[in-house]
């Protein structure tokens, strides 16, 4: 699926929000994760997950065509961790 | 930040009530579980991609007792982060 149909999905459940409305805030709900993430803060959702940033080890890559090693400096990536009921549903 | 944050942004900058706001995003997170529930992929442009990965059975252990336990076969949901978010979240 993609945005908008997601965006029209959401538009579609719910009588008061028009397809405009629902993209709105669609935008807002992944833009404050965005920004939450770039902050370094946590995002809790009850029920649903969390987000947060991890940070990786520096290590000795590979480069993949010539097999040369190459240092791979330490970085912060995002991560989500599903919650027990997102969890359960995928049993 | 929790869901109630994210409910008060939508509230401040849109003309829903508060309650509304809080249904909206009720709503939206449904949505997502049951597009994954129903077997498809969620791809949000820029800030990622949700699925649902299949887990192979292997022995895992008690991080307290350190025991081995198993881990069943099943799914999990997999969340791949988009090119955008990375490099914003890396750059910091």
Known sequence: MTKSEFIAELANSVDYLSYREAAIVVDTFFNSIHDALVAGDKVELRGFGSFKTKVRQPRTGRNPKTGDSVNVASKRVPYFKPGKELKHLAE | ?92
């Not at chain 2, 791809?43 to 192979?56: A, D, L, M, S, T």
């Not at chain 2, 350190?66 to 949901?77: D, L, R, S």
């Open chain 2, 1 to 92: 930040m929790t869901k109630e944050d994210i409910v008060n942004r939508i509230w401040e900058n849109m003309s829903l009530s508060k309650k509304q706001s809080a249904e909206v995003i009720d709503q939206l997170l449904v949505i997502i579980k049951d597009v994954l529930n129903d077997g498809e992929r969620l791809k949000i442009g820029g800030f990622g991609v949700f699925e649902i990965r299949e887990r192979k059975a292997r022995m895992g252990r008690n991080p307290k007792t350190g025991e081995k336990a198993p881990i069943k076969q099943g799914e999990t949901i997999k969340f791949k982060p988009g090119k955008t978010l990375k490099q914003a979240v890396a750059s910091e």
